[in-house]
């Protein structure tokens, strides 16, 4: 199915034509978590990103006149939107000189396109809550569940498979509660994971 989307979601605002978006220099750092709830999309780009940057080059495609098409996957069947490259940063800002960040758009135009993807009235409110395994299936990965050890999540690493983290409400008090976090290293040995946020800008240690 390709949708032509060029208007973007209703609600999405003042939107300015992004100054880099090239699939080929977007970083984790680029991806970072702006006024709508979807922590849980955001994580997701950021370790499909670092980990599995391959992935991307079958979701994104910018295409000759500028515009991009973006392909997501729903029961295995692709769906491609022609978005602009025009973004609003308060959903998600590229531009941060910081945490590895490239100013790359891929992801803000990516996220755009999603917000058409997960609903037909296609507004960004459409993207507040969800879970990561929702994102993990529409980039045309295979979402699992993994108990909450340590050992399980270090075999899913080695294996190269991206994690995600759902925090409950009752977390550590340098843990946001209610968030989603992309696991970004294990350590078996020592029992211990670090997680990243979609805010960005640091680290915190899990285990």
């Not at 991307?56 to 515009?67: A, C, E, I, K, M």
């Not at 941060?96 to 037909?120: C, H, L, T, W």
């Amino acid at each position: 199915m390709f949708i032509v989307d060029l208007a973007g979601p209703s609600d999405y605002g003042n939107a300015t034509p992004a100054v880099s978006y090239a699939l080929s220099n977007l970083t984790y750092g680029d991806t970072r978590q702006g006024t709508a709830a979807d922590c849980w999309w955001w994580a997701t780009v950021a370790s499909i990103t670092n980990q599995r940057p391959d992935v991307l080059s079958r979701n994104y495609q910018v295409q000759p006149d500028g515009t991009v098409f973006v392909t997501y996957f729903r029961n295995n069947l692709p769906m491609t939107y022609q978005v602009t490259n025009a973004i609003n940063t308060d959903f998600g800002n590229p531009y941060v000189g910081y945490e590895n960040a490239n100013g790359n758009a891929a992801a803000d135009i990516m996220q755009k396109a999603y917000a058409d993807f997960r609903s037909p009235v296609n507004t960004m409110a459409d993207m507040n809550y969800g879970f990561p395994f929702e994102a993990i299936n529409a980039f045309g990965l295979t979402a699992g569940s993994l108990p909450n050890k340590i050992s399980s999540f270090a075999i899913a690493w080695s294996q190269g498979d991206i994690i995600e983290v759902d925090t409950g409400f009752n977390v550590p008090s340098n843990t946001v509660a209610d968030h989603s976090y992309s696991v970004w290293s294990v350590d078996a040995v020592h029992g211990t994971a670090v997680i990243r946020s979609p805010w960005g800008d640091g680290y915190q240690g899990w285990g």
